[in-house]
């Protein structure tokens, strides 16, 4: 059983910066591909980001490429996400997800999920 904690979300004006961590607790995150969702009020759960075992490879949504970046520094269990340029309609509770299947963006085909942490983006 994987457990995962986000952090770092918060309050920021149009085009500041956040930046989320997940800690994973439990089998070595090293095992799972990792993925961040977002869900505004009123819609549906999205993808965001996605990154392989290693690292080395990622996958974006359209709507958030070229402004955040995600990575994880698997010695520390730990999956990140570097948000740019943030717009309004960037706000969201930001879940991150772990699971076998690499770079998805289909959020069943991750099997563990954290709690999330609320990014609100003011104009």
């Known amino acids: 059983q994987v457990h995962l904690v986000e952090s770092g979300g918060g309050l920021v004006q149009a085009g500041g910066s956040l930046r989320l961590s997940c800690a994973a607790s439990g089998p070595t995150d090293s095992s799972y591909a990792m993925g961040w969702f977002r869900q505004a009020p009123g819609k549906e759960r999205e993808f965001v980001a996605a990154i392989n075992r290693s690292g080395g490879s990622t996958y974006y949504a359209g709507s958030v490429k070229g402004r955040f970046t995600i990575s994880r520094e698997n010695g520390k269990n730990t999956v990140y996400l570097q948000m740019n340029s943030l717009k309004p309609d960037d706000t969201a509770v930001y879940y991150c997800?772990?699971?076998?299947?690499?770079?998805?963006?289909?959020?069943?085909?991750?099997?563990?999920w954290g709690q999330g942490t609320q990014v609100t983006v003011s104009s």
């Open positions: 997800a772990a699971g076998s299947v690499t770079l998805s963006p289909r959020s069943r085909m991750y099997d563990y």
